[in-house]
């Protein structure tokens, strides 16, 4: 297994070697309890393995951009995915079908081909003894997966998803035994506020306790945890999941304002950033 991160190192800096390269799909499984959309039941979620690229290293909260070869010309672009689990040889990434690129991947099929670009990106601080709180936003879970598997300490950790979908599609079993959580379901504006409030809760108890807070989750997720974040002092990152069209840092498809001076870009200076360093 590529050895993910070294405590020290473990910060928002620069990526380590990123490579470019085809590999190969191992296989895709549904994350769920029941597949019949048409009765309502919720879209199940997806499990990517592919066989794992020639990466040195990696470190949790890096992103791939990945392109099935059969894609030809259309879609045009790659597609950044986190990287969920990178261990035994296969790298795994949960996604999500939401529109034309990621339902096309709900139809790859094992043994075909796909162009990896990655380990891209920054990544998640790990520091050992510091109390920390892993706030997930839905399929702002999948880099958690990662992160907590490979983290030295699990009894520094603790981790908040919130969701909408029901539990059974989130791949759950992946975290480590005895990884300390809270899994809440929200599926209504009440819910939603009372969710809110316990983060707010939850984020004051680790600003308290001069704890980290990590966050990944859709734009709203991270825009409340943002707020929370400059409102208690508490020393915070964020995974942004712009759009991105390159993932390398050349199109500035991507870029997000920044606290101070001109915007950043979500590939390349991201897509973890503190949360006193940028806008949402
Ligand atoms: C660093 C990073 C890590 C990511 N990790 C994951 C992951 O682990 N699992 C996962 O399911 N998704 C992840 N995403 C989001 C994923 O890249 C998008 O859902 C995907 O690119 C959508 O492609 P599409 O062709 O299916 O959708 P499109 O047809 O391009 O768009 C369909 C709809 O999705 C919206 N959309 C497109 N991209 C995004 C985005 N980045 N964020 C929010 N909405 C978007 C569009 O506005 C549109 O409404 C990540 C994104 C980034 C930048
Ligand atoms: S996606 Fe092209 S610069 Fe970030």
């Known amino acids: 297994m590529p050895d993910p991160v070294s ?10 070697h990123p490579t470019c390269e085809e590999t190969t ?22 499990l990517l393995d592919l066989v794992l690229p020639n990466w040195g290293r990696w470190r949790p909260g890096q992103f791939v951009m990945l392109r099935p070869a059969a894609w030809g010309l259309d879609p045009l672009w790659a597609r950044p995915f986190s990287i969920c689990m990178a261990e035994a040889g296969v790298l795994r990434v949960f996604f ?26 920054t990544s998640f601080a790990i520091r050992p003894q510091t ?14 997966i990662g992160y907590a598997r490979v983290h030295p300490d699990l009894t520094d950790l603790h ?14 079993n992946l975290l480590p035994e005895g990884l300390s959580k809270e899994i809440m379901r929200q599926q209504s504006e009440e819910e939603l506020q009372a969710f809110v409030e316990h983060l707010e809760r939850k984020v ?21 945890v943002h707020g929370l974040a400059l409102r208690h002092g508490v020393k915070t990152q964020l995974s942004l999941e712009n759009r991105m069209a ?7 498809g991507c870029v997000t304002e920044a606290a101070q001076g001109p915007p950043v870009r979500v590939c390349n200076q991201g897509p973890v950033f503190w949360a006193t360093d940028i806008k949402l």
């Open 159 to 172: 981790l908040i998803l919130g969701h909408r979908q029901d539990q059974a599609c989130y791949p759950l």
């Open 131 to 144: 109390p920390t709180l892993l706030l997930a936003g839905g399929m702002g879970l999948a880099p958690f």
């Open 7 to 16: 405590p020290e190192e473990a910060s928002s800096k620069p990526p380590l």
């Open 96 to 121: 999500q079908d939401v529109g034309r690129g990621t339902a096309a991947l709900t139809r790859i099929r094992p043994g075909e081909r796909v162009v990896v670009w990655g380990p891209l990106g």
């Open 25 to 46: 799909v191992v296989s895709l499984t549904p994350v769920g309890p029941s597949i019949d959309i048409a009765a309502g039941a919720d879209k199940p979620l997806w």
């Open 246 to 252: 390159c993932g390398v840092g050349a199109c500035l």
């Open 204 to 224: 004051l108890d680790y600003a308290v306790r001069d704890g980290l807070v990590l966050a990944c989750g859709p734009h709203p997720f991270l825009r409340a």
